[in-house]
């Protein structure tokens, strides 16, 4: 019998069994699909060797009229800007306080009790000392005066930290530390950190993890949403905006050592939202768009308290004046169907806007409205603020349902993976889904966490040229696709800190061979199953792609069962490389699989390098009896 040429269909399909989708691939990780061929996705690497502080769960990239690049990334402790390897600390500042800190510390102990009358401070939140003079002992001026990471707040008036040096060594009192530090002690304190878990209680948890209010109900605001951040470039400048919290505007003139300050302490602020869930710019007109703003009240003044339907704009070009007059086009408008904006992104000429129940766009219109809405779904909503991704096939994004795409009209997109993503995705940190971009590939893809997870671990990868669909494990938090970059950029996590990556670079790890990589078919038979298989030859037919030299190695595993309740056996493990012509092999079964991987088995050992494409297998395959 002449061997078999096995051509599978493109795209990983778990919508039905393992047996019903016979000629198809039924799992997969960190693979692509390109040209209807299975191939290993490209490595990647740090992008700086300098790491940040909390996740990042948002990414900016603008360029200047000089041409410097840069990267806003904004986390649950912080924001950052950097055109270099250094990230460049602009967090704004939320209060200070002059001649007010006295210190207390104790013998044997590094932790001191600075006492501040009603300082705001939840745990974990930074303050720049100054002005302070010794303790007396070890805990000198320069031990005090630099930022410190509050760790408890024993009350309103107080808090502790932990005294260290310039280094970052930890300083132990001793007993002549027994001063105030001084007279003159100032401190400046950076507005509230951020969740790193979402809370759910009656629409909104209620406090910073570990704070009294935790998990209770509590209207919107900052300390109850998971921390997010949105940001776009005005001009040269950066705007900025915490959901449920402020709005504020970086100044590229004044330097990376300038902090980011709040609209309304801009020059002829007027009116300014004071609370929102996200900000952007208009296309061409250019108004600051709030989304959840804080409507203005009868007597003329914001309200403080974030209505989360209301869109309010800036006058064109001016985004200190926010007052709707009719010498400018400042002015507001309120969405009816849903309960709150889930998430907005500019689009072509229009602006798409989701609730959780609904999809609007908002067009700019001229004087007087300014800007018009119009309805265009009521029952699909967004899954997370970061959900939606605009393509060059228009905008992508999921809901609690399904995905979708818009290009003039709504159409939901066929997955063949739709069971395996939504029946373990875990809803409860849904906020924490983001929507990617890889152009160079024609991929949109979503990371998500699944089962009980509390963070992301997996992601699923549409490619809209071709249309299939792709899964795999992997924990990134915020991606920006090439072009102000060279390579896409992530930002991930290590057991050593927090770093940006860049994707789609070498092969590799980060350094390391990049494991788990696998692509299996599902089950194979002939004539239906009616007589067992038997294997005797296999024909490889892979292309080495990466930089590992010529010896690059991936293995080929067959394994077998008879019925598709039992269990797969693995019943052939062997080594390719790009001189294997043929393997030999003996098994005998009703259905096999195939699988292709990289560096599971113990066989291969540790390789750098690998990249891997792969082709139409052959087998020499005979039927062997009914028994």
């Not at 009603?118 to 630099?146: E, I, K, R």
């Not at 239906?528 to 010529?550: E, L, M």
Request: charged share 20%; proline share 4%.
């Amino acid at each position: 019998m002449p061997y078999t040429k096995y051509t599978f269909r493109p795209g990983i399909n778990r919508e039905g069994t393992d047996y019903s989708n016979e000629g198809g691939w039924f799992n997969g990780n960190l693979v692509r699909f390109r040209k209807g061929k299975p191939e290993k996705i490209g490595g990647w690497a740090k992008a700086s060797s300098t790491e940040y502080l909390g996740t990042a769960r948002a990414l900016h990239g603008w360029v200047d009229v000089s041409g410097t690049k840069y990267l806003g990334l904004g986390t649950t402790l912080k924001y950052y800007v950097t055109s270099g390897d250094n990230f460049d600390d602009i967090t704004p500042i939320r209060a200070t306080t002059t001649n007010g800190i006295v210190f207390a510390a104790t013998n044997g102990s590094s932790t001191i009790t600075a006492t501040d009358s009603n300082h705001g401070c939840v745990a974990g939140d930074f303050v720049t000392l100054s002005g302070a003079a010794t303790l007396g002992g070890l805990v000198t001026a320069a031990v005090l005066n630099q930022e410190y990471q509050i760790i408890t707040v024993p009350s309103v008036n107080t808090y502790t930290f932990t005294a260290k040096d310039t280094s970052g060594a930890t300083v132990t009192a001793n007993s002549d530390d027994d001063g105030n530090g001084g007279s003159g002690v100032d401190g400046a304190y950076q507005i509230n950190i951020g969740l790193d878990l979402y809370v759910q209680s009656t629409g909104w948890g209620a406090g910073t993890w570990g704070a009294g209010t935790f998990g209770s109900s509590s209207p919107l605001s900052s300390s109850n949403q998971l921390r997010i951040w949105s940001h776009d470039n005005f001009g040269e400048d950066l705007l900025m905006n915490v959901r449920g919290g402020g709005i504020y505007y970086w100044d590229e003139s004044s330097g990376s050592s300038a902090r980011a300050v709040p609209f309304t302490s801009l020059a002829g602020a007027n009116l300014v939202p004071t609370i929102a869930l996200q900000i952007l710019v208009s296309d061409v007109d250019r108004h600051v768009v709030c989304f959840g703003a804080d409507p203005i009240n009868s007597s003329g003044v914001r309200t403080s308290a974030s209505d989360p339907m209301l869109i309010a704009w800036s006058d064109q070009e001016n985004p200190a004046e926010w007052e709707p007059l009719s010498t400018n086009t400042a002015g507001s408008l309120r969405l009816s169907a849903g309960s709150v904006i889930v998430g907005a992104i500019r689009a072509g000429q229009e602006t798409l806007i989701w609730t959780d129940t609904s999809m609007y766009n908002l067009q700019f219109v001229g004087p007087p409205y300014t800007f018009g809405t119009v309805l265009l779904n009521e029952g699909i909503g967004l899954i997370s603020p970061k959900g939606v991704v605009n393509t060059p096939r228009g905008a992508f994004w999921m809901d609690r349902k399904g995905f979708y795409n818009y290009s003039g009209d709504i159409k939901p997109i066929p997955c063949s993976v739709h069971d395996y993503v939504f029946s373990d995705l875990n809803e409860g940190q849904s906020y924490k889904v983001f929507g990617f971009l890889n152009k160079q590939f024609d991929e949109v893809g979503w990371f998500y966490p699944s089962g009980s997870s509390t963070e992301i671990d997996r992601y699923v990868v549409y490619n809209y040229n071709e249309q299939v669909w792709t899964i795999g494990q992997l924990a990134r938090f915020a991606w920006l696709d090439e072009g102000i970059v060279e390579f896409p950029r992530a930002t991930g996590k290590t057991s050593s800190g927090n770093y940006l990556y860049a994707h789609e670079t070498g092969n590799d790890d980060d350094g390391s061979a990049m494991a788990d990589v696998f692509i299996e078919s599902s089950d194979l038979d002939i004539q239906d199953g009616d007589y067992f298989s038997s294997i005797s030859r296999v024909i490889p037919d892979v292309k080495f792609t990466g930089n590992g030299g010529s010896e690059q190695t991936i293995n080929f595993i067959l394994k077998t069962r008879d019925y598709p309740g039992e269990s797969l056996t693995t019943n052939t493990t062997q080594n390719v490389t790009g001189t294997t012509t043929r393997f030999d092999t003996r098994l005998r079964a009703r259905q096999m699989t195939f699988r292709v991987e990289s560096d599971d088995d113990n066989s291969i050992g540790t390789q750098l390098g690998v990249g891997w494409r792969l082709g139409d297998t052959r087998m020499d395959v005979k039927p062997s009896g009914r028994r």
